[in-house]
Each structure stands twice: as C-alpha cells, then as structure tokens.
C-alpha cells in the first residue's frame, strides 16, 4: 500500500479520506456518510481514483475494476470506522497534495500504469499551472455545428468560446482539473439544428460514453462537466416524445371519444405538463376493415375529435351532430346517453327518469326530454370540462391521419383489431420536424417512420389502466449498502393494493436497484413509506408517480434511518438487491 491518506478532489469540494492507525467505532453521524456518498455519486470524477480507492481500502478492498463494488466498500468502511471521512476546504487553484496522500501524481507513478509523453503543463500569470478543455458541439449523427457560444465556468470564472466549423470550442490558459460546460438556447444552436431535422438523414445516432455527452435541444439544458486535457463530445438531439393512447377510444365507424378514454386523457395531461410548450400532432389510425380511402379520412378525424377534446372546443364537437361528416357515423342520442352516463352525478338519477331529462332538470334547462342544440352544448362543454384534460390555451396543435397503413399489430386484411384502433401523440420542442406530408400519410410515406425513430421517449396509455407497466422505484446500490437490513417499502394510494416490500425484493442492475409495485397508473396518487426497526420515513405523499421527486432528493430523510441503524455492523448483512 503506498499511502493510508487519500484527497478525492471535485469541481464543488474535496473529501479526504484516511486510514487511521486502528479501527475506530462505527460512526452514527449520518450526515458525514451522506456527504461522502453525494461525492462518490457525482461531485467526485470517481474513474480517475478507483485504483487508490481499492489500494485504500486494503486488504478488505474488492477488484479494482468493480467501480459499484468499490464505492460500496468505501461507504461500509467508513460508516465501520475503518476509513475517516471528511470534508475540506481547499482554495481556488491549489491541487498540491497533502504529505504522504495518494493523488492524481501518485496514481500515475503506480505499477502497471499506462505510461507515454507527458505534456508539459505551463503556468499561468499567478503561477498556478494551467490547463486546457475541450469541447465538440455535433448533430445527433456526430456532424459538427459551427458558431456555438460555449460557455466553461472554471474556477469562479465564466468564458465563452464559439466553436468553429467541426464543431470544436477550445480554452486555453484554464486554471483547475474540471469545467462545467453550459449551452444555451441561441439561433446559432437552433437553427442550423432545425434545419438539418427537417429532411429525413440516414445514419445511427450518438449515444453517451465516457468522453461523450447526448443532450436534447430544450429552452433549458442541464449544464456538462468535463475534464482537464480531455477532448468531450456533446451530441444535440431533438427532444420528441411519444403518447400512444391505445384501446378502446373510439367504438367500430366512430369518431366520438369514450367516456373509458378520459383516464387516459388526464395521463396525457400530466405528461404534457412535464413538456410545457411543446407542439402536439395528433396521429390517428384505424384497424383494416373497411374501405382503405375511407380509413384514412376516419383516421384524420378521430384525430381532430382528440384535440377537439384537450382544447375545450364545443363547436367542433357539435358539428358532428348535424354536418356531413367525411368519415365516421353522425352523432346522435347514444353519444348523448354516454356523456351523460359519464357525469359526476349521474347515480343520483333515478332509473325510472329519462337521462335526457334528468339532465335538462339538473341543469337548469327546459326539460322537454328533447336533445336540442341549448342541451348539448351544455351536455358537452361539461363533459369537456373534466379536471385535469385541457391543454393550456394557445397550445399549438396539428391533427393527422395514418388510416390502416401502419398497424400497430399484423393483422390479415379486413380485420377488426381494437388495438389498431388508436390515436398518438407526439409531443415536439419546437415545431413538427420532418414536417408532415400533408393531413394524411400514405403507407409508402416516410414521415411516420421517422417520427417513431425519433421519438427517444414513448409512454403507453390504455383505458382502465393507463400506463403499461409496473411503478419503479430505483435506489443506487450504495444508497441501499446505508439501511438497515429490516428496511421494508410500502405504497399505498386510493384504487391502489397496498403492497410492501423488503431490500430482498429489489432487483440490482447496473449500480441500482429498482422495486416494483404492480398495477399502478401514471394517474393515481401514491404514498410511499419506508420503514426500519421503530422509524418511519414518507418519501411521497400523494404524488404521483410521474410527478415523484427523484430519490436523492430522499438522502436527508433516508438519513434518519441510518443514524439509527444497528450498533454492531459486523453483524448486519448488508443487501445488495437480488
């Protein structure tokens, strides 16, 4: 072992770490353990230190190439009291290990490093040495985009390069080993972006690695952090994200939204939320039963009759009651008995009373029993006004038609498949890019496909059900090394089983652990609690799971339950999922 005492240096602080002359008690101050597992998750370029890590660590270190196994030993050995963790101050430039520390010059003098010409390192005017960064602004297809002000905050200090005609933003005579690069949204990164998105390019596009980063054009975009005298790549993307509202919307010749859809309506919301400003194509399709011209115009109007819909827009909805409608049956009294059948009151109506008229006497309206204009504008503007289903006003909205050309299963021709029957919606940062072909897309044209390619996030929407799949709750393997053994999960919601879980149900993949809760939807309201021994922790309340805060926001109250966890940790057998 070539030293017992280690600095982790980050771009936000420094943790050093110390082997003390024997083993100390268990440490019980859970904010230390917190902060040092903070560092190791993010703040510290953890790669660079792996191999003093495991030479730290001693004889109780794991193989040096495990970097999860690693960070778990280094959380075990000091909450044990093996190793001493904490932080300190370091001033602005000053790298210069303490005596006897492992650091970056260690590490590059240790057996079996990899060794070549060492770049001289210049001082700059304070006599602190100084380095360079480099980064690479490039399309989703690795094409470089010219004209990009980058901006590097290094060491207190901010200052912009413009990338040249590969892309490329160097800075010169920096002082520190990491910079956070931060694009904004400008005209010089959207437009030459836009421009190259609105023809269809054949290609696979980047995906992130060690020295590359993929980032989606947005009016906000999460800031970069890069290495001294190490080229990165930061790869643009175009934001596209996919709702697909399957099952039963729409009854067989029909254009009229069920009252089984508005669930999935309110799902559809929620996730708009999360993408305000967006622009919206809606995508209609049918099954292939039927006249393929005529599906293509039932398909374009169902369509128009969703984002009729989200929008509040009566007047499109009355039209299909008395127009000549291009596709699909005219409306009449079995939309009106569904939408009736669908009000908040409706059991208070007596059976033996008319749901027409039951409705007019409720509402104030002349009750002749008569389904008149009066009575269906009301009818329907309330059945529009159900919470949480209207986009906000002036959301721009574009309606479209793939009749039966792209099925969403194989179906033989002539065939009635609900689940072909669907309408999606993608959901654009901008504008709709490729444009589309026109109102309705032929199966030979290429602007669908592409949609789909591009859409890097999808979500799956069905009534009853809403989304298709199980809720995920996903902790890092070293967050789960802190708790206690007897660390139960429970969630519990209205229409949702109450379910709990034990550490021995989580599923490790990958440096996490993910615990599933079955059959929860997008749109039911949760509370998940954890417990261990006599403690209590809510980590939700009555949120939603698209709307859960992400678990390290969860690190402080988890605290309590580490600071309480068993006296003796030899004798605890620390999961790591299963």
């Known amino acids: 072992m070539t030293s017992r005492t280690l600095r982790l240096h980050g771009w936000s602080s420094t943790i050093e770490l110390s082997a003390p002359s024997r083993a100390g008690a268990p440490v019980d101050d859970a904010a230390g353990v917190l902060d040092l597992l903070r560092a190791l ?321 409720t509402r104030g309206l002349d009750a002749d029993g008569v389904a008149g204009p009066n009575t269906r504008e009301r009818l329907v503007a309330e059945y529009m006004a159900a919470d949480d289903t209207s986009l906000p006003e002036g959301t721009i909205t574009q309606a479209h038609g793939c009749g039966e050309g792209f099925p969403a299963i194989a179906t033989a021709d002539g065939s009635d498949a609900p689940e072909n029957r669907r309408v999606e919606l993608f959901l654009f940062e901008d504008e709709v890019l490729p444009p589309a072909p026109g109102p309705t897309s032929a199966p030979e044209d290429p602007e669908y496909p592409e949609w789909q390619r591009r859409a890097r996030e999808t979500h799956d929407y069905i009534p009853g059900d809403h989304v298709l799949a199980p809720l995920v709750v996903a902790w890092s393997q070293a967050i789960i090394a802190l708790l206690p053994a007897d660390t139960t999960l429970t969630l519990v919601g209205e229409g949702i089983t109450e379910q709990t879980l034990t550490l021995a149900d989580g599923v490790a993949e990958a440096g996490v652990v993910g615990f599933a809760f079955q059959d929860v939807s997008g749109a039911q309201a949760c509370t998940l609690t954890a417990r261990a021994g006599g403690d209590e922790v809510v980590l939700w309340r009555d949120q939603t799971p698209t709307r859960a805060e992400p678990p390290l926001e969860w690190l402080a109250d988890i605290a309590q339950l580490v600071a309480d966890s068993p006296e003796d940790p030899e004798e605890v057998p620390w999961p790591t999922g299963s």
């Open 41 to 361: 998750g993010g703040d510290v370029e953890l790669d660079r230190y792996l191999p003093a890590l495991a030479d730290l660590l001693d004889d109780h270190g794991p193989d040096q190439r495990d970097r999860d196994a690693i960070v778990a030993a280094t959380l075990d050995a000091v909450r044990r009291g093996r190793l001493v963790a904490r932080r300190i101050a370091i001033p602005a430039g000053d790298t210069t290990p303490i005596e006897g520390a492992v650091d970056l010059a260690d590490l590059a003098d240790a057996p079996g490093a990899e060794r070549g010409p060492v770049e001289p390192t210049p001082e700059g005017a304070r006599g602190v040495p100084t380095t360079w960064f480099e980064a690479t602004i490039v399309d989703e297809l690795g094409e470089g985009i010219e004209g990009v002000p980058v901006i590097f905050h290094v060491d207190g200090t901010r200052r912009t390069v413009v990338s040249d005609g590969g892309g490329l933003a160097r800075l010169d005579d920096a002082e520190g080993d990491f910079a956070v690069i931060e694009l904004e949204d400008t005209p010089a990164l959207r437009e030459p972006l836009h421009a190259r998105w609105r023809s269809i390019r054949d290609g696979a596009w980047l995906e992130p690695g060690d020295d590359r980063s993929v980032l989606q054009l947005r009016r906000t975009m999460p800031e970069v952090s890069v290495r001294g005298r190490r080229p990165h790549v930061i790869s643009m993307q175009q934001r596209l994200v996919l709702a697909r509202l399957l099952g039963m919307l729409f009854d067989t010749d029909k254009t009229f939204l069920l009252p089984t859809a508005l669930g999935t309506i309110r799902s559809v919301k929620q996730l708009y939320d999360e993408n305000h400003g967006a622009q919206v194509l809606a995508v209609g399709h049918t099954d292939s039963e039927g006249d393929p011209t005529y599906n293509l115009a039932l398909s374009s109007e169902r369509a128009t009759i969703l984002l009729a819909y989200l929008a509040d827009d009566v007047a499109t909805w009355l039209e299909r009651y008395t127009a000549v409608q291009p596709a699909g049956q005219l409306w009449g009294a079995s939309e009106d008995a569904a939408m009736i059948a669908a009000m908040p009151d409706a059991a208070s109506r007596d059976p033996s009373e008319p749901p027409v008229l039951w409705y007019q006497r």
